[in-house]
């Protein structure tokens, strides 16, 4: 396996476009003996969001962030690209063949990036995207390695990556957020849940959610969630190995060493918490 070992900085380049300021970082990487150099750029978009009901960003490596804003102003999104190849002049051209795309479809604007040219075997690319836009708006996120983080939405959100930490807070009606191996750090107000990590520990604030349903699980970690007084739901806890602790107030509640059922608040519709190997709690407020 490669491990970084150095990382030494030999050039720096600052230009314009018209699409904003862009950034140009020129530097080298080390891995035990055998270099790569890497360029990394930074440069601003926009997007109009009048009539806009969301937002798709899909990226192969890179965290991707969401800040939900009030009202209705234009999306504004700060792209970070890294670029890398076995010499610097590879890396540059790597860089140059990065296109970064902002495009409407139907009432949706897909944020994301493709190689203008074929693409060489000695290239690699890491695209993380930074935004801010109305928070009114349905959320659909996919990366495959990086860090994902979603604020301030008041509609749908869907979230995936498959290697990286989840931190997400929304009151729309529906949040659906999977890791295939990283943590899950949720807090939200709507009514639909589904929140996954193959890998890691899930937590959940649900303490704000009137009628809930859904499902909280983990396959190997840990899963805390929290509810709130007004919180109903019909409740079914489950783990293989690992004990379950309840604070919050449960009716006709059943209990066994792995196992949890009971009616929280008025009940309703089932919510699901699960861990294959990991302790379940069960936090009320």
């Not at 140009?24 to 440069?43: L, M």
Request: charged share 25%.
């Amino acid at each position: 396996m490669w491990r970084k070992t150095m990382t030494a900085a030999v050039g720096l380049l600052v230009s314009l476009a018209s699409s904003g300021c862009i950034i140009v970082i020129a530097d080298v990487d080390d891995w035990e003996g055998r270099s790569r150099a890497k360029v990394t750029t930074s440069e601003e978009r926009t997007f109009e969001t009048t009539g806009v009901g969301g937002v798709d960003v899909e990226t192969h490596n890179g965290s991707v962030s969401f800040d939900g804003q009030s009202g209705d102003g234009a999306g504004q999104v700060t792209v970070t690209k890294v670029a890398r190849g076995s010499t610097q002049d590879e890396a540059d051209a790597a860089m140059n063949a990065i296109e970064v795309f902002v495009e409407p479809k139907g009432d949706t604007v897909q944020l994301g990036w493709r190689w203008k040219t074929l693409k060489k075997r000695n290239w690699s690319a890491d695209v993380s995207f930074d935004i801010k836009a109305p928070g009114r708006m349905n959320v659909d996120v996919e990366t495959h390695n990086g860090e994902i983080k979603v604020a301030g939405v008041t509609g749908d959100v869907d979230i995936e990556t498959h290697n990286g930490e989840i931190n997400v807070n929304t009151s729309g009606k529906a949040l659906e957020a999977e890791t295939h191996n990283g943590e899950i750090n949720a807090v939200f107000a709507g009514t639909s849940v589904e929140l996954s990590s193959h890998n890691g520990e899930v937590t959940a604030d649900l303490s704000r959610c009137a009628e809930v349903t859904g499902s909280v699980t983990s396959h190997n970690g840990a899963v805390q969630v929290s509810v709130g007084k007004e919180t109903s739901a019909s409740l079914e806890a489950r783990t293989n190995n690992g004990g379950i602790d309840c604070e919050a107030p449960l009716t006709d509640m059943k209990k066994s060493k792995r196992s949890l059922d009971g009616k929280l608040g008025s009940g309703g519709g089932k919510l699901e918490i699960e861990t294959h190997n990991g302790a379940i709690a069960i936090k009320g407020s």
